[in-house]
């Protein structure tokens, strides 16, 4: 049974910070690619960052500097920390797992589980 759970959504300000969390079972965790991805209302779902089983990263080129994905694993978590915050990163926010391999780091398609997203709002 595979468990992935976000937390750590809700609002934050203008150029603020959060930080998000998502609590893998421990088998996805070690041995799956696992990545973060986010959905705006009326846009397609898109992918955010990607770390693999190395611990080697991606980044989608127009977040690459404010995002960081990294894991706990003492903790069986995935990270997502987002800094300076913009409007546009309001959005659903998801973490995914992906059998190592993947072509494409931050495709959607690529992913097989998914947890059940957490709402993330930022406002002035």
């Known amino acids: 049974q595979v468990h992935m759970e976000e937390s750590g959504g809700g609002s934050g300000r203008l150029g603020g910070s959060l930080r998000l969390s998502c609590t893998i079972s421990r088998h996805t965790y070690t041995h799956y690619c696992l990545g973060w991805f986010r959905q705006a209302p009326g846009k397609e779902r898109e992918g955010v960052a990607h770390?693999?089983?190395?611990?080697?990263?991606t980044y989608a080129n127009s977040l690459k500097g404010r995002f960081t994905i990294y894991k706990d694993n003492r903790k069986n978590t995935l990270y997502l920390q987002m800094n300076d915050l913009k409007p546009e990163d309001t959005a659903t926010y998801y973490c995914?797992?992906?059998?190592?391999?993947?072509?494409?780091?931050?495709?959607?398609?690529?992913?097989?589980?998914w947890g059940q997203g957490t709402q993330v709002t930022v406002s002035s």
């Open positions: 770390i693999g089983v190395d611990g080697t990263t």
């Open positions: 995914a797992a992906a059998l190592p391999g993947l072509v494409f780091k931050l495709s959607p398609t690529e992913y097989n589980y």
